[in-house]
């Protein structure tokens, strides 16, 4: 045994965490072993029964308003209404119940096809020759299973005893109609098994849905979106995505279609009122020169008409924009208040108002939809609200800011328009009548024309119907299940494994309130270790002698050597034994420690003096109860009288208890045990005392003040670390003199248990087996008394 003094615990064992670690659970490896086997078992299982799970994937392309590059100027020109999209609102877009929905009716993934296996079941939706369609899924009522047979020749499906026909609605006792097709992904496998439909309420499998789904850029910069799902069979993962990518890009077109027909019946009603107009104007001129017979209108006067006809013909386009402008500033201000249509931006040509409003209209698209699938008070919607909040102000001034320019424009203009009109009151009166009529003509026509360029325009839009994303890679489904992990599996069992044997051992030791390591009594007391006593089997109370040559003498031999360590020396004889509590085999450590001391052929002397509860002369096959201690003590014999050889060794005497005294304590301190201490000095070489616990009473503190050192006994598995925790400050208050310690009954822990250690994993003792463990008491045969 190596062994190093140190300032904290005096003697301390030479290891590092590897080797603590090993004391710790070594002994335990048939435990490990089963757990390790049950863990791989397990992991086996699992992966033997456990439904293979596959990952198909896709990736779209979205125009990202903040990333990426402007499309072609050619694609932007017919492509009026699309707009550039946030790549974070479009994830959101994509996950939504509303989209997702879709795909569960379009698929029919409300109504799974199974088959029953040895174990579990398994998803047929490969193998079952038809498929189940639910009239009105939201009033779907979960049912497990509806067990179906199908007739091919007949094209018959019976449920529970009833036929149901191919491609007909029928009602039946699950709630809404349904009818049978045949399945366009059967692939004709042949199986005997039973299979089943299961009816699933929507919400679950759209819950479903979203957990397998995953929807991401590849990184911040990417306006590229990567889909993912999860599904047992590959075929439907792939129709899943596709079908995502289908609703969405429906949706996305949807939306700049509402936007395009808007726009196309605002400016049908106005091309409408345009063309009465110059209809009227067109008889108005026909009417005036057959009346008036007029021909041709002088040089003079087309001038002037001309000059005239441009600046009324500005008044008008100013009209227009501040008609358009009242309609946008209408609704912007009304807009949140269920405002409807979306008013032209016909004659504006600030692109500035333009951008602001078409950012306008985005972002409350984008917020209708993302308030429909999340809610108010998702935190992308408040964005969004308040984004569109702090364009209005932008946009109303703006209008205003134009309002006035046309304003002032207009009254310029109308000032031009009044001077040519005096010019042309002095030409002939049917010069005149003839100009202003033309003069108003040319104005509707060229108003007609802008309006006719743009319906063309938009029904272009309309017509093209470019989505602004585009698929990237279409759906693939992986050729090898993403899960179970078999590595993963095997490695969390067998982790899971050692981690439970762990577990085991720790609850074992960590509910044990008693010490189970020598490491243990050094970090609970500076006290040192000077030796430790193996368990041993035989039961026997004396295991040394000088023709033994086992581990537990040698073990004697070296707690001999290391009483140099406490000063023990021919000068300084005397040692005192003592334990915590009775039961930790302070007894067997003093009679066998003293036979060690005897051969060496010494004269040693053991004293008895545990008054209360003696079992010194039990071990050497003495009767206690003769002359002894306690008859000294009282003055009945002298010290020469209660001295007796044993038959163990020569050099070893023994000095009984003698009977037991009702007042141990007082007799200790009426002087005599010091007078038998001076004597015994005088005729031996070494004085071994076995004494009393000290936890029930006082007797090793009164005696350890005449020794020169204390022994303290622990046992394993039966010393409560309460008492070692609370050594030293009990031994500052109280000090035994010059103390080590002795873990007694060193034993081998774990299962198998072979083989002995250094204490750092062992221990167990022999000691007070006649204690009446319920009481903690027991009846003075001398006196009648019960003590504790």
């Given at each position: 045994m190596s062994i190093k003094v140190t300032k904290k615990s005096g003697i301390q064992q030479d290891g590092n965490i590897v080797q603590q670690l090993l004391f710790r659970y070594l002994p335990y490896w048939p435990l490990f072993v089963v757990m390790l086997v049950l863990g791989v078992a397990t992991a086996y299982v699992y992966i033997r029964y456990a439904i293979p799970v596959y990952q198909a994937k896709a990736s779209i392309l979205i125009k990202d308003e903040k990333k990426g590059t402007a499309e072609s100027k050619m694609l932007e020109q017919i492509n009026v209404f699309g707009t550039n999209k946030i790549v974070e609102n479009e994830i959101e877009m994509i996950r939504s119940r509303a989209l997702l929905k879709n795909v569960v009716k379009n698929l029919k993934l409300y109504a799974p096809v199974y088959e029953e296996g040895k174990i579990n079941i398994v998803p047929a939706f490969t193998k079952s020759p038809v498929e189940l369609e639910v009239s009105n899924m939201d009033s779907l009522v979960s049912v497990s299973r509806i067990f179906f047979s199908y007739d091919k020749n007949k094209q018959i499906v019976t449920v529970n005893g009833k036929q149901f026909p191919l491609n007909q609605w029928v009602q039946t006792e699950y709630g809404s109609p349904w009818k049978f097709t045949e399945n366009p992904y059967y692939e004709k496998w042949h199986t005997t098994k039973s299979m089943f439909f299961q009816l699933i309420e929507p919400k679950y499998v759209i819950d479903y849905l979203d957990e397998q789904l995953s929807v991401a850029a590849p990184n911040k910069q990417a306006t590229v979106l990567d889909l993912k799902v999860k599904d047992p069979v590959p075929v439907r993962g792939k129709l899943?995505?596709?079908?995502?990518?289908?609703?969405?890009?429906?949706?996305?077109?949807?939306?700049?279609?509402?936007?395009?027909?808007?726009?196309?019946?605002?400016?049908?009603?106005?091309?409408?009122?345009?063309?009465?107009?110059?209809?009227?104007?067109?008889?108005?001129?026909?009417?005036?020169?057959?009346?008036q017979d007029v021909v041709d209108i002088g040089v003079q006067g087309q001038q002037y008409l001309a000059a005239s006809g441009t600046s009324d013909a500005k008044l008008s386009d100013i009209d227009v924009q501040l008609s358009a402008l009242k309609e946008v500033e209408s609704y912007v201000r009304s807009k949140g208040q269920g405002a409807g249509i979306v008013p032209s931006t016909l004659g504006l040509n600030d692109p500035l108002l333009s951008g602001l409003l078409t950012k306008l209209y985005d972002a409350e698209a984008q917020y209708q939809k993302l308030i429909t699938t999340t809610g108010e008070n998702?935190?992308?919607?408040?964005?969004?609200?308040?984004?569109?909040?702090?364009?209005?102000?932008?946009?109303?001034?703006?209008?205003?800011?134009?309002?006035?320019?046309?304003?002032?424009?207009?009254?310029?203009?109308?000032?031009?328009?009044?001077?040519?009109?005096?010019?042309?009151?002095?030409?002939?009166?049917?010069?005149?009548?003839?100009?202003?009529?033309?003069?108003?003509?040319?104005?509707?026509?060229?108003?007609?024309?802008?309006?006719?360029?743009?319906?063309?325009?938009?029904?272009?839009?309309?017509?093209?119907?470019?989505?602004?994303?585009?698929?990237?890679?279409?759906?693939?489904?992986?050729?090898?299940?993403?899960?179970?992990?078999?590595?993963?599996?095997?490695?969390?069992?067998?982790?899971?494994?050692?981690?439970?044997?762990?577990?085991?051992?720790?609850?074992?030791?960590?509910?044990?309130?008693t010490i189970l390591f020598r490491s243990e009594i050094e970090n609970y007391t500076s006290v040192p270790v000077i030796g430790e006593v193996i368990h041993d089997a035989s039961g026997q109370p004396i295991v040394i002698s000088h023709d033994r040559k086992n581990f537990i003498a040698e073990q004697f031999r070296q707690i001999r050597t290391s009483l140099s360590y406490l000063g023990i020396s021919s000068k300084k004889k005397k040692i005192l034994i003592t334990s915590s509590i009775p039961g930790e085999g302070k007894s067997f450590v003093a009679a066998n420690l003293a036979i060690s001391l005897a051969l060496t052929d010494k004269k040693v002397v053991l004293l008895e003096v545990d008054l209360r509860k003696p079992k010194l002369s039990e071990i050497f096959g003495m009767q206690s109860s003769v002359n002894g201690i306690s008859n000294y003590l009282i003055g009945e014999k002298e010290a020469d009288e209660i001295i007796r050889r044993t038959e163990v060794n020569p050099n070893l005497f023994i000095?009984?208890?003698?009977?037991?005294?009702?007042?141990?304590?007082?007799?200790?301190?009426?002087?005599?045990?010091?007078?038998?201490?001076?004597?015994?000095e005088n005729a031996f070489d070494f004085i071994v005392i076995d004494t009393a616990p000290v936890s029930p009473v006082t007797d090793a503190y009164l005696l350890s003040q005449f020794c020169d050192a204390t022994l303290y006994v622990v046992r394993h598995a039966y010393t409560p670390r309460i008492y070692l925790q609370l050594l030293d400050e009990n031994n500052r208050v109280r000090g035994l003199k010059n103390l080590a310690l002795i873990f007694n009954g060193v034993k081998a822990r774990g299962i198998g248990k072979g083989g002995y250690g250094n204490g750092y994993g062992y221990g167990y003792g022999v000691g007070y087996d006649d204690v009446d463990t319920k009481s903690g008491a027991r009846k003075s045969k001398l006196f009648g008394k019960a003590y504790r």
């Open positions: 899943i995505l596709n079908e995502l990518i289908r609703q969405y890009t429906m949706a996305a077109v949807s939306d700049k279609n509402e936007l395009a027909l808007n726009t196309l019946k605002f400016v049908e009603q106005n091309l409408s009122a345009t063309k009465a107009e110059l209809d009227s104007i067109d008889r108005a001129i026909q009417t005036f020169k057959t009346v998702n935190p992308m919607a408040v964005q969004l609200r308040q984004q569109i909040e702090g364009l209005r102000p932008s946009i109303l001034d703006n209008i205003a800011s134009q309002k006035r320019n046309l304003t002032a424009s207009r009254s310029t203009l109308a000032s031009s328009g009044s001077k040519y009109s005096s010019l042309l009151r002095a030409m002939p009166e049917q010069e005149r009548q003839l100009t202003f009529i033309s003069r108003d003509r040319e104005v509707k026509a060229a108003q007609y024309q802008a309006l006719l360029q743009k319906k063309a325009e938009t029904e272009l839009s309309l017509k093209a119907s470019v989505s602004d994303s585009r698929i990237v890679d279409e759906a693939e489904a992986s050729s090898e299940p993403v899960s179970p992990n078999i590595l993963f599996a095997y490695l969390v069992s067998v982790m899971s494994g050692l981690g439970i044997a762990v577990l085991i051992i720790a609850l074992k030791e960590g509910f044990n309130r000095i009984s208890a003698g009977p037991i005294p009702p007042n141990p304590s007082e007799l200790i301190l009426n002087g005599r045990i010091q007078e038998l201490l001076v004597y015994l």
